[in-house]
């Protein structure tokens, strides 16, 4: 497993933007396809976006789809989130999350390594 560490969340208005990052670290970055996730309070935990480690395609839910955006840089063994024009049903706790293999899943069982996550909250 790799070790996750999120951070950047915050408080923002609609309409606002945030960047999310995750540092990795215990295992070779780049063998790790990488996703976030997010969980609002009494749902269940949901896929956002992922970013295989071999070609950097990325997979992006359709709710964040044109305003979220995934990225890594291997060099500094790190993911980003970045979140535009965001909305009120954007609030919740985004996890960061690693799988060492290419493929990118949306369930969250299928990921074997998480972050605590950083709380994400937006005001209307």
């Known amino acids: 497993q790799v070790q996750l560490v999120e951070s950047g969340g915050g408080s923002v208005q609609a309409g606002g933007s945030l960047r999310l990052s995750c540092v990795a670290s215990g295992r070779p970055f780049n063998s790790f396809a990488m996703a976030w996730f997010r969980q609002a309070p009494g749902e269940d935990r949901e896929f956002v976006a992922g970013?295989?480690?071999?070609?950097?395609?990325?997979t992006e839910a359709d709710s964040v789809k044109g305003r979220f955006a995934i990225s890594r840089d291997n060099a500094k063994s790190t993911a980003f989130l970045q979140m535009n024009t965001l909305k009120p049903e954007d609030t919740g706790v985004y996890y960061c999350a690693a799988r060492q293999a290419s493929m990118i899943y949306t369930t969250p069982r299928l990921w074997s390594s998480w972050g605590q996550g950083t709380q994400v909250t937006v005001s209307s």
């Open positions: 970013i295989s480690f071999m070609s950097g395609d990325t």
